[in-house]
Nanobody, 119 residues
Framework: QVQLVESGGGLVQAGGSLRLSCAAS????????MGWFRQAPGKEREFVAR????????YYANSVKGRFTISRDNTKNMVYLQMNNLKPDDTAVYYC????????????WGQGTQVTVSS
């Protein structure tokens, strides 16, 4: 079981930066693949980025590649999403999720944090 709480969202102008944080608790966090997803109004939830349990591998959606960076600190049970050069199309609710070791499905989700990028 993993409990997740996101923070760091807010309102920013286009071209600006934000760093989202995801605080995790539970025994399986340190062996879980962690992901960030987002959902814009009227759209389906979409994948943004993921990082393996040891931080050794990351993967990004094409739409954010080169602008966003996912990282984790297993000593603090934290996952981060650094977002630079934000665009209005990045406006969405951002969710942190955990896929337990050996599983491909994200079984645990946070409540989300709103990111709004103004033009």
């Amino acid at each position: 079981q993993v409990q997740l709480v996101e923070s760091g969202g807010g309102l920013v102008q286009a071209g600006g930066s934000l760093r989202l944080s995801c605080a995790a608790s539970g025994r399986t966090f340190r062996t879980s693949t962690m992901g960030w997803f987002r959902q814009a109004p009227g759209k389906e939830r979409e994948f943004v980025a993921r990082i393996t349990w040891d931080g050794g591998s990351t993967y990004y959606a094409n739409s954010v590649k080169g602008r966003f960076t996912i990282s984790r600190d297993n000593t603090k049970n934290m996952v981060y999403l650094q977002m630079n050069n934000l665009k209005p199309d990045d406006t969405a609710v951002y969710y942190c999720a955990a896929a337990p070791f050996g599983k491909t499905e994200y079984a645990f989700w946070g409540q989300g944090t709103q990111v709004t990028v103004s033009s």
